[in-house]
């Protein structure tokens, strides 16, 4: 299946249904979802997409952003029903697009990201606890729908039981985005290219070495949540809400079942 809802100027916005879990489960279709920056719905040219994201029924909106991204750029637009909750993750901020060139361009990239699982324990936790008790389809979102919802990403399908081959997959579908994230990046910088020959890029490698290391240092996904807060009714709850029994055509083991749709 092709999980890149069509949006004109939204590039990243997909769907996490569909993917097998443990226990003969699979995540469910058309209730959680992930993007890049919402607030360009305000824009002129994202009228139709305005539209199509109040068709899909959302009414919880996550957005992961810096307070200073939100008032640069707004937030989604408002309307009766859907609650907005703004918990950023990210406490050091940084400019991915003048990174120099690296050695391991992606080792370093984890470990940017590993910056957001040591500083935003409190904010993740949160997160997870809003989308577990979140009613009707919910969203969460940053800027390019990349790294930070990428990692928001893998927990949540961590928790919910998909294996790691797919949530590796997942975060790695933001690939098919990275020529309109690098476009949208020119256009709000007088048409330049970004410094950083790999800005917009989130392949497998990144998750994989974040993943790796935050089993080394905390145990795995499961106990890094507990020890910020997020009780095992909180999980229990999120499960309740993403999971439904598989169709018995499916129940096979889930390994890769990402990778169908790159």
């Known amino acids: 299946m092709d999980r890149h809802l069509a949006f004109d100027r939204l590039h990243n916005f997909r769907d996490l249904g569909g993917y097998r879990a443990a226990g003969g489960h699979v995540t469910r279709g058309r209730v959680l979802y992930r993007s890049d920056n919402l607030a360009k719905l305000h824009e002129p040219a994202a009228v139709a997409d305005r539209a199509r994201f109040d068709a899909l029924g959302i009414r919880t909106v996550v957005d992961l952003r810096h307070g200073w991204e939100i008032a640069r750029t707004g937030r989604v637009p408002a309307r009766e029903g859907l609650a907005f909750h703004h918990l950023?993750?990210?406490?050091?901020?940084?400019?991915?697009a003048a990174t120099g060139p690296l050695p391991d361009p992606w080792r370093y990239l984890a470990d940017k990201l590993g910056e957001i699982f040591a500083d935003g324990g409190k904010e993740i936790a949160r997160v997870i606890d809003v989308l577990a008790h979140a009613e009707g389809p919910a969203v969460f979102h940053c800027a390019s729908g990349k790294d930070r919802t990428g990692i928001v990403a893998a927990l949540v399908l961590t928790l919910l039981g998909v294996d790691r081959d797919t949530v590796a997959a997942d975060f790695a579908l933001t690939e098919h985005a990275t020529a309109g994230l690098r476009a949208d990046w020119s256009a709000r910088n007088g048409?330049?290219?970004?410094?950083?020959?790999?800005?917009?890029?989130?392949?497998?490698?990144?998750?994989?070495?974040?993943?790796?290391?935050?089993?080394?240092?905390?145990?795995?996904?499961?106990?890094?949540?507990?020890?910020?807060?997020?009780?095992?009714?909180?999980?229990?709850?999120?499960?309740?809400?993403?999971?439904?029994?598989?169709?018995?055509?499916?129940?096979?083991?889930?390994?890769?079942?990402?990778?169908?749709d790159r």
């Open 88 to 96: 950023g993750i990210e406490h050091r901020a940084w400019d991915q």
């Open 191 to 260: 048409g330049r290219a970004p410094g950083w020959e790999h800005y917009g890029r989130a392949p497998e490698a990144v998750v994989r070495h974040l993943l790796d290391d935050l089993d080394r240092d905390h145990g795995g996904v499961a106990a890094y949540v507990a020890a910020h807060g997020v009780p095992g009714t909180t999980v229990a709850a999120l499960r309740a809400r993403f999971l439904v029994p598989a169709p018995e055509s499916s129940r096979a083991p889930a390994e890769g079942s990402a990778r169908a």
